[in-house]
């Protein structure tokens, strides 16, 4: 089946990886080991959660500004826009940080699906709704990231699952990728490869 879409991770996919989290959950006062953050966060009592969320913001500002792009990513993104294939981005960040990294870089991306817009990765959530907003299927999409919620996202939704192998933790991801890659590049590889079977 053609792929129509592709989905991107924003920050250690389009971006080069940014965010340490163990540092970020410590300033906001939890263990480095204590889990996914967002979800962490779920937990807090409304005042513990408006702090957590002001030191989070806080370091997410700074990624936008810090930013720079993965290798290829520039290149792979108008290739993508000249075939006619809707680009998408799912983050756990907020949408108007995707929107500001599409701006101080010069992309374009159809639609972004935020952690304000719904359930966050691993949820199908995000890619169902933006295949509802590209008029595609999960089967004529793929979702590339370096990060296992990625990954199993891609899957509850039946998308392609594409892993960017870009980090020494890649290998504890593989085995929930269809596709590994160490460049943002190798997706036009998979998409010349699966629109011609």
């Known amino acids: 089946m053609p ?8 920050d250690g ?9 163990d540092a970020i959950r410590e300033e906001i006062g939890l263990a ?7 979800e962490s966060m779920e937990k807090m009592t409304p ?15 700074k990624a936008v500004i810090e930013s720079k792009l993965n290798s290829g990513a520039e290149h792979t993104l108008s290739r993508l826009r000249a075939e006619g294939i809707h680009i998408g981005v799912l983050t756990r960040n907020k949408r ?7 701006s101080r870089h010069n992309l374009q991306f159809d639609a972004v699906i935020g952690r304000e817009d719904g359930p ?24 590339v990231g370096d ?10 939704a039946g998308a392609c699952a594409v892993l960017l192998a870009n980090h020494h933790k890649a290998d504890d991801f593989v085995e929930h990728a269809d596709f590994c890659i160490e460049n943002i590049r190798g997706i036009l590889d998979i998409i010349a490869n699966k629109n011609s079977e």
């Not at 996919?13 to 989290?21: A, E, K, L």
């Not at 480095?32 to 967002?38: A, V, Y």
């Not at 005042?47 to 500002?61: S, V």
């Not at 990060?147 to 509850?156: S, T």
């Open 32 to 38: 480095r080991d204590s889990g996914p953050l967002l």
């Open 47 to 61: 005042e513990l959660r408006r702090k957590a969320e002001d030191i989070l913001y806080n370091h997410e500002e």
């Open 13 to 21: 996919t389009i971006t080069q990886p940014y965010f340490d989290f």
């Open 147 to 156: 990060y296992l919620f990625d990954l199993l996202c891609a899957k509850a």
């Open 3 to 10: 792929i129509k879409a592709v989905i991107f991770d924003l």
């Open 120 to 143: 966050v990765k691993p949820d199908a959530f995000g890619v169902l709704e933006l295949c509802r907003q590209f008029g595609v299927t999960p089967k004529e999409t793929i979702l």
């Open 96 to 102: 108007d940080n995707a929107y500001a990294i599409a």
